[in-house]
Nanobody
């Protein structure tokens, strides 16, 4: 099991920036991919971005391409989500998640951090 703790959420005006962090502990040597998901009120949780732990290949949902950047610091077992040019529709609880090697889905989740973008 991997334990995940997010930080960095908050309130920001449209056009502003935030950086989310996710610190991983536990079976971090078994992590294959780290990802960020978000859930807005009344909506289903959606994929935002992911990064492969070993080769750094990244994946993004179309709505955040060019605005968000996912990165990782393997030495610190931490993944980041730099969010620029934030829009009100980015308002959601953001969750960090981990997918282990040979796992078919993200199985470890953080507690979430609130991001609110005012217009």
């Amino acid at each position: 099991q991997v334990h995940l703790v997010e930080s960095g959420g908050g309130l920001v005006q449209a056009g502003g920036s935030l950086r989310l962090s996710c610190a991983a502990s536990g079976r971090t040597s078994s992590v294959y991919t780290m990802g960020w998901f978000r859930q807005a009120p009344g909506k289903e949780r959606e994929f935002v971005a992911a990064i492969n732990w070993s080769d750094g290949i990244t994946y993004y949902v179309d709505s955040v391409k060019g605005r968000f950047t996912i990165s990782r610091d393997n030495a610190k077992n931490t993944v980041y989500l730099q969010m620029n040019n934030l829009k009100p529709e980015d308002t959601a609880v953001y969750y960090c998640a981990a997918r282990l090697i040979l796992a078919s889905a993200f199985g470890s989740w953080g507690q979430g951090t609130q991001v609110t973008v005012s217009s």
